[in-house]
């Protein structure tokens, strides 16, 4: 039987729904729209060097064939020569590790609308790599089988999830010459940013290659899950100190045009009431692991090490963090946060999640993030990091991690949650509470606590001072949540 409203229900349900503050484009859509964070691929085809001949000469269609063969006789001996050869620290991501990787993700999470792959598709030492098992190679060919590298890499991922918007940045190791080297506006991101425009809607293919071909950055609206979001995505190799051009020159000129370019996104999405996502490789703010490592007098004559070279995109981000509501970043390969704010606070800020790696190249078990979008915001709401039982993708299970909702007892991944996380952080120097526990454990996916437990009241100071001098300060003395 088809139930009749009255007018006078009709009325009481529409005003009910504009009290409630439930935009009425809402009724009979899921207020939570599911989603796939994925980063640091780091896929590696020269895990079986004997193939790599066939790989060079084959079309990309077939290196599956080729990949899920038998391994060479000579397999391990032949790859711990070329580890040794590029001074190679770790395993990257074999064809096994990805496609295993690929069958959780959709597994866990067939009905996501969007995928976003914060930067690092290809293996670590790529070049002296290619450059041992094809000698005589010419600069040519090596961007060619780069070239080749990420099709595949993006070509597997469109035909697992077929149809879906994958949206993915440059890292530092994907380059065509050397690791943080690249020309702007030059061939090479030309030819690539027809490699990534094939992951978007048709619509927005054009606009996309046009700007990814100049530096390796774009922006786009995020389609019918969230039409009222733009997505910037930013190529922050460009940023880093490290990088320099392929012919190893500095080029400041490159980061110069990309923050301006930034910049005229950001006035543009504010006046036209857009919400805003912001994705890159390399997080801005301080670097703890490297500070630590490099044995840094913050509290001396030496400042921390810095992901960037200057702070102008923090600034930036700060100073639109009314339209801002998630920032993606990775490079780490560890689970993290971080929060940009102003000094004192402020009234706004931004939500940084750092994505885990795919790669376990660090000996961390491969890993990404299940997420789950608050379509009336655009914020995110909750979220699981997804972990693989080994770091081979051989007879490997895929298990939750933990659940962020459940494990911080926050009901959405927001500036004022993050911020609520790192004062507890703050307050419980010696990780003691169940929060600072959680966050130390999961860090380093697989639980190998011990790197963080010791440099805990440094790493917290990281966690929200952006800035040298706001990170000095918190380090030693006393500082507020800021900058």
């Known amino acids: 039987m088809t139930r009749k409203f009255s007018q006078r229900q009709i009325i009481f349900w529409l005003g009910f729904v504009i009290l409630a503050g439930l935009p009425l484009a809402s009724w009979g859509q899921d207020l939570t729209i599911p989603a796939l964070l994925v980063s640091d691929i780091h896929f590696d085809p020269f895990h079986d060097p004997a193939k790599v001949p066939q790989l060079v000469k084959a079309p990309v269609s077939q290196w599956v064939a080729i990949l899920s063969a038998a391994p060479s006789p000579d397999q391990a001996k032949a790859y711990m020569a070329l580890q040794q050869t590029c001074h190679v620290r770790g395993v990257d991501t074999p064809y096994a590790l990805l496609s295993s990787s690929l069958q959780a993700m959709s597994s866990r999470q067939p009905d996501a609308k969007f995928i976003t792959v914060s930067g690092d598709l290809l293996a670590h030492a790529f070049s002296c790599r290619f450059g041992a098992l094809v000698p005589g190679a010419t600069p040519s060919d090596r961007q060619g089988f780069v070239l080749k590298t990420l099709s595949f890499v993006m070509g597997e991922l469109r035909a697992r999830f077929p149809g879906l918007p994958i949206y993915v940045a440059l890292g530092n190791n994907d380059s065509p010459c050397d690791d943080y080297r690249f020309d702007a506006g030059g061939d090479f991101l030309a030819q690539s940013a027809?490699?990534?425009?094939?992951?978007?809607?048709?619509?927005?293919?054009?606009?996309?290659?046009?700007?990814?071909?100049?530096?390796?950055?774009y922006s786009v609206t995020m389609g019918a899950s969230l039409p009222k979001t733009r997505l910037i995505v930013v190529n922050d190799v460009f940023l880093s100190p490290r990088y320099s051009t392929c012919a190893g020159k500095p080029d400041p000129v490159a980061a110069t045009a990309e923050m301006a370019w930034l910049q005229e996104e950001l006035v543009e999405a504010r006046r036209m009431g857009q919400s805003v996502?912001?994705?890159?490789?390399?997080?801005?703010?301080?670097?703890?692991?490297?500070?630590?490592?490099?044995?840094?007098?913050?509290?001396?004559?030496?400042?921390?090490?810095?992901?960037?070279?200057?702070?102008?995109?923090?600034?930036?981000?700060?100073?639109?963090?009314?339209?801002?509501?998630?920032?993606?970043?990775?490079?780490?390969?560890?689970?993290?946060?971080?929060?940009?704010?102003?000094?004192?606070?402020?009234?706004?800020?931004?939500?940084?999640?750092?994505?885990?790696?795919?790669?376990?190249?660090?000996?961390?078990?491969?890993?990404?993030?299940?997420?789950?979008?608050?379509?009336?915001?655009?914020?995110?709401?909750?979220?699981?990091?997804?972990?693989?039982?080994?770091?081979?993708?051989?007879?490997?299970?895929?298990?939750?991690?933990?659940?962020?909702?459940?494990?911080?007892?926050?009901?959405?991944?927001?500036?004022?949650?993050?911020?609520?996380?790192?004062?507890?952080?703050?307050?419980?120097?010696?990780?003691?509470?169940?929060?600072?526990?959680?966050?130390?454990?999961?860090?380093?996916?697989?639980?190998?606590?011990?790197?963080?437990?010791?440099?805990?009241?440094?790493?917290?100071?990281?966690?929200?001072?952006?800035?040298?001098?706001?990170?000095?300060?918190?380090?030693?003395?006393?500082?507020?949540?800021?900058?």
Not at 197 to 213: D, H, M, N, T, Y
Not at 339 to 357: D, F, N, Q, R
């Open 194 to 217: 027809r490699l990534v425009a094939e992951g978007l809607p048709v619509s927005q293919r054009q606009l996309v290659i046009k700007e990814f071909a100049t530096g390796g950055y």
């Open 277 to 483: 996502w912001v994705m890159g490789h390399i997080p801005p703010g301080v670097d703890p692991y490297s500070t630590v490592a490099k044995f840094r007098d913050v509290c001396g004559s030496q400042g921390p090490e810095m992901f960037l070279a200057s702070d102008r995109m923090t600034d930036l981000l700060i100073e639109y963090a009314d339209i801002i509501r998630l920032g993606i970043f990775a490079h780490s390969h560890m689970d993290e946060l971080r929060l940009l704010a102003s000094p004192g606070g402020g009234e706004h800020g931004v939500a940084i999640k750092m994505v885990p790696s795919i790669s376990p190249v660090d000996g961390n078990n491969p890993s990404f993030m299940v997420a789950h979008v608050d379509r009336p915001s655009a914020g995110l709401q909750n979220y699981q990091v997804i972990a693989a039982s080994n770091q081979t993708g051989i007879a490997t299970t895929w298990s939750t991690e933990y659940d962020y909702a459940q494990t911080y007892h926050e009901a959405q991944f927001s500036p004022q949650a993050v911020k609520r996380l790192i004062k507890g952080f703050e307050s419980d120097r010696e990780a003691k509470t169940e929060a600072s526990q959680a966050y130390i454990r999961n860090y380093y996916v697989g639980d190998l606590s011990p790197e963080l437990q010791p440099f805990w009241p440094l790493y917290i100071c990281a966690l929200a001072h952006p800035t040298a001098k706001g990170f000095a300060a918190c380090e030693c003395g006393k500082a507020v949540v800021g900058r």
